[in-house]
């Protein structure tokens, strides 16, 4: 028989211990994505300095602009976040069968608000104009791992589509590829751009005024891009962007960070009576609830192979005529939005949600999401329909599962995406020693790594690990 000894239990604690150590804590928001190389991970550090940066009416900012930083419309909870900032898009509707006009001639596609330079440099919304689109700004983490999803498994979805939705790619032809080789877009409220490249350079120039080696030319107030030295607004000659001691451009070091930021944390990770109702209503149709491998051909280790639940088919879909924006791109019609993912919608719920962030300034959280979901019309009015005949209690799982995506372990007590004492504080109370005490619906299930329905010791070596302090 075996005897119990003090050995015998200390050995079994270490090899629970050392089983468990396998099984990582999901990163948090703002953490790089694991097993990056040395190399990689200081080239998303330096990344991060770049993305951060204000830049200076010197180093290029300019002459128009929306913000002086990617960090100012990125930021939460952490850098590389969403924020309620808006940015506004313009054109004139298409009429019989004359096309959208995105009036690039006076300085449309996209609104700058600010200049460096003399009042006069200042840009408005040309009198013209009368599509007018305000653009929430979305988080960014995990976007590396979107990128490395293969155009197939986006495409099967538009080829054999789920019962009731007919989802479109986007294609486009990413401005870095050398012999314009197109590819699915995924990015933006449109899927208008596929790459993270693409879309830092444009968005370098678009919203820091900072032109570069694909956008070489400055935009000028109410008018198109011309080149220096005939825009009497700028004093900076283009590109503005150039390479540092290294050989990387700006875009190329923001592009880094944005490509190595992880993916969100989903905390209960399974069982929640929310996950099963998402699925069985039909929201899964769209953000998809299964995981996606990245292609094994991604260029770094740690973007290759990996398992995401991003909660989104980046298909483009009609919603309606009340979130139709009026707005073309690429093959995007006016009325089609694509899929947003919903992975860290926990902490985009409490400040905007839906492409104009008109779902938001409710008095709860909930109320927020509960706008966000009647808005669904068109391709989604069936789920939208069985959403509403959820019963009351039934709704509730559901937003509890809703929130539970972005969720750090552990991060019990006070929502900060930090695990402290404040935490501990909380959590200590409903240690229950081994057991099945409670589910995934339970609030204390944030604080089960394990997942079995208590909160042992082997809960606890894990929250030592994700404790950061006071
Ligand atoms: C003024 C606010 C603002 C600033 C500054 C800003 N962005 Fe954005 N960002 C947005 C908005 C708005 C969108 C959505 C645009 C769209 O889809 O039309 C966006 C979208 C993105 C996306 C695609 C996200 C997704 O889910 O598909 C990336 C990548 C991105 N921005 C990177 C950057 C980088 C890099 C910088 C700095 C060069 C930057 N942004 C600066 C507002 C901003
Ligand atoms: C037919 C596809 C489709 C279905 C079905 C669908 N959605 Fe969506 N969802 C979208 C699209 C497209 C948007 C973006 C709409 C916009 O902003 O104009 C969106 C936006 C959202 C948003 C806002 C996200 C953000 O970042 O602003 C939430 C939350 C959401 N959906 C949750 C759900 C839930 C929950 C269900 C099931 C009740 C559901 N959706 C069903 C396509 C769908």
Known sequence: MLKITRSTCVA???FSGAALAQVALQPRMGDPVPGLTAVETERFARGRVAFEH????VEGLGPIFNRDRCLHCHAGPAAGGGSGITVTRIGVAAVGAVPFDPLIALGGGVLQTNTVALPGCQEFVPVQANVVSPRISPPLFGLGLVEAITDVDIQVREFIPPPGVSGRANIMT????PLGQARVGRFGWKAQIATILNF???ASMQELGLSNRFFPLDNAPNAPAVAFPNQPCDSVMDPEDGPDAQGFHKIDRMTDFVRFLAPPPQTPRAGMTGALLFDAIGCAKCHVSTTYTTSPLAPEAALANQAIRPYSDFLLHDLGDALADGIPDGLANTREMRTPPLWGLRFRAPVALLHDGRAAGQNSIEANLELALLAHGGEAAATTANYVGLSASDKAQLYKFLLSLGRAEFDFA???NLIDL??????RPFVTGP???FTADDPVAVCDFDGDGDLDLRDLAAFQRAF???
Do not use: N, R, Y
């Open 12 to 14: 079994v604690l270490s």
């Open 54 to 57: 204000k830049q200076t009416l």
């Open 174 to 177: 990413p401005i870095e590829t």
């Open 200 to 202: 830092t350079a444009d």
């Open 414 to 416: 006070d929502d900060d």
């Open 422 to 427: 404040v935490d501990w504080f909380f959590m």
């Open 435 to 437: 057991g099945a005490h």
């Open 468 to 470: 950061v302090g006071l």
